[in-house]
């Protein structure tokens, strides 16, 4: 049994969920829950507190996967059937998609004895960095796995023209704290100091701890339509893009900009397929960022400051061999550490040695 949510909407944790759906293999038969199937958030919370545990308790599953929560909310909605699972002392395997579960842990307050007896059960933890591993150091007994994430099946036989076009492209959910509204920021000046250069944005609108769903509409569209008028046909919002629109998205960009600072960003999908794209990317040093980009990758630069983003942006508009040289290498990097059928393969061969 496979628990965890299924795209739309599309996160790094609904995308790389969505990827297992591909898993093929002779000797084992694979069950998913998706604990977003319903439109309304009741239904899904009362599918996963009452019909999965049920679905556990009535079925003979040889092994129990699902994404970890590291909130209290949603630990407290997979508790039932962490619980079952452990009463009928199923195999366990968690996979991490965040970089807050020690954080969470330690911060649990009256749940914490309840979070012990549940993670010091489970049996494997998949984390995306070698980094991340710290995560769990709270359970000496589970065992620990890196997967690197990985890009989707589309861009496998892609092939990226050199030289590409001058244009920036942030490509994320649209939230405060992914950066967006420093971005937007800096690219009054990047636009004005370079005639030649356009710019990309694409995403769906989400809340954070900052500003809520509609605050940060409100801002963007601010912004942008004052960038529009003063830069015209020079920067576009393109919505939510997927499938052949956003490979072509990504084809046609030269620079990836990402200036996040999401409290539990790890290693981005994003990230991934632009450099599988051949973009330079230009992101922050936070959480483990830093793990999964170097200076053969792009430009690691602080956190909310435009001033860096234009810096770095510049930077490598103004040396196109060092530009060239290192879209190429992502182009490479990315096809030997993050293609889709070795991903698949390390999660089957990590189930397959659960159970």
């Known amino acids: 049994m496979l628990i965890g949510p299924f795209t739309p909407p599309y996160t790094g944790q609904s995308v790389a969920f969505s990827y297992l759906k591909k898993i093929e293999s002779n000797e084992l038969e694979f069950e998913f829950h998706n604990t977003k199937k319903f439109r309304n958030f009741f239904l899904n919370y009362f599918s996963s507190v009452f019909f999965l545990p049920l679905r556990i308790l009535c079925t003979n599953y040889a092994l129990i996967y699902f994404i970890g929560s590291r909130s209290k909310f ?89 030289p590409k076009p001058c244009n920036l492209l942030y490509l994320s959910n649209i939230m405060a704290s992914k950066g967006i509204l420093v971005f937007l920021e800096a690219a009054f000046d990047l636009l004005k100091n370079n005639q030649n250069l356009t710019i990309k944005i694409a995403g769906a609108f989400l809340g954070d701890h900052l500003k809520n769903k509609s605050q940060i509409k409100q801002d963007f569209f601010e912004q942008l339509n004052h960038l529009q008028n003063t830069f015209p046909n020079r920067i576009e919002y393109l919505g939510v893009v997927v499938g052949d629109q956003k490979v072509k998205c990504l084809v046609e960009s030269t620079i990836f900009i990402l200036p996040t600072f999401y409290p539990t960003e790890a290693a981005p999908i994003s990230i991934i397929e632009a450099m599988r794209t051949g973009n330079a990317i230009i992101t922050t040093k936070h959480n483990y960022l830093d793990m999964l980009v170097s200076k053969k990758n792009g430009v690691l630069i602080s956190t909310h400051s435009t001033e860096e983003i234009i810096s770095a942006t510049e930077q490598l508009l103004d040396d196109p061999k060092l530009l060239q040289e290192i879209q190429r290498h992502n182009v490479e990097e990315s096809k030997n550490k993050y293609s889709i059928k070795n991903h698949l393969i390390n999660i089957t061969n990590v189930i397959r040695e659960s159970i």
Do not use: W
């Not at 630990?75 to 452990?86: A, G, K, M, N, Y």
């Not at 914490?112 to 359970?139: G, H, N, Q, W």
């Open 74 to 162: 949603g630990f407290l909605r997979q508790v039932p059937f962490l619980l079952t699972s452990i009463i009928l002392r199923k195999k366990i395997i968690n996979h991490l998609h965040g970089s807050d579960f020690y954080d969470f842990y330690q911060k649990s307050s009256f749940l914490k004895p309840l979070v012990k007896l549940c993670y010091d059960r489970v049996d494997t933890s998949i984390v995306l960095l070698e980094a991340m591993k710290k995560e769990f150091v709270d359970f000496p007994h589970m065992k620990t796995i890196v997967v690197s994430n990985a890009y989707n099946a589309e861009f496998n036989q892609l092939k990226v023209p050199f």
